[in-house]
């Protein structure tokens, strides 16, 4: 296989402290991983045959693990589940399963637009399919021809291209600023009424003190 592409033997290390001894058991003594250099990194993989797994198309693989990322942001950033707004544990799960599910619409139209194309679903805009199915939502509610209509969005959707970004590093910091408000933890009527209320006080107090 070659001096940067070889096969290397892996043994079971020390049990950790957080891990049980039944867990640590399950694990075998050893293992046979492969394990490859390119332009300095280091990869390890269980892949073994190295003609069936060329390290090239392997390293290119690791190299879209970027995508990860980027749908981690779709998730919590493009669709707004950075902040869950419910405050009960059974309301939040129900929350998070209307992202996915939502999520999961548009990852399928992205799909079924790219069948028929050379194009990659990872290769298409997530954030722009999602303005774009909602400026097509009163098209396909109330066309006469809601397959026409379906198939126009499908074409439209593939126009949203994303750039090739193999490599990307980003630091792992938030750069949004907390804002200067305090968060509104009650009714906005109710908020607005304790407001009112305020004011009439204070303006009764003015009238009071005026010579």
Not at 167 to 177: C, D, H, L, Q
Request: net charge positive.
């Amino acid at each position: 296989m070659g001096s940067k592409n070889h096969l290397v033997i892996w043994k079971k290390p020390h049990k950790p402290d957080w891990m049980t001894q039944e867990t640590y058991d399950s694990y075998p003594d050893q293992m046979t991983v492969r394990e490859f250099k390119i332009k300095g990194e280091v990869y390890v993989t269980t892949f073994q045959d190295h003609k069936k797994y060329n390290k090239v198309a392997l390293a290119n693989h690791y190299k879209q693990r970027w995508h990860i990322e980027i749908n981690f942001n779709s998730l919590k950033t493009i669709m707004s589940m950075d902040h869950l707004r419910s405050k009960t544990p059974d309301m939040v799960h129900k929350e998070i399963a209307v992202h996915f599910l939502a999520y999961n619409l548009i990852r399928t139209l992205i799909a079924e637009a790219c069948r028929n194309t050379e194009r990659l679903p990872i290769q298409v805009s997530f954030k722009g399919v999602i303005q774009l199915f909602n400026s097509f939502v009163s098209l396909l509610s109330f066309s006469a021809d809601c397959n026409k209509a379906h198939a126009i969005l499908l074409h439209a959707i593939i126009k949203n291209k994303v750039g090739n970004r193999p490599g990307r590093i980003e630091p792992r910091a938030v750069k949004k600023r907390p804002k200067a408000f305090r968060r509104l933890n009650k009714s906005r009527e109710l908020e607005k009424a304790e407001i009112t209320k305020r004011m009439k006080k204070n303006s009764n107090k003015k009238c009071s003190s005026a010579p």
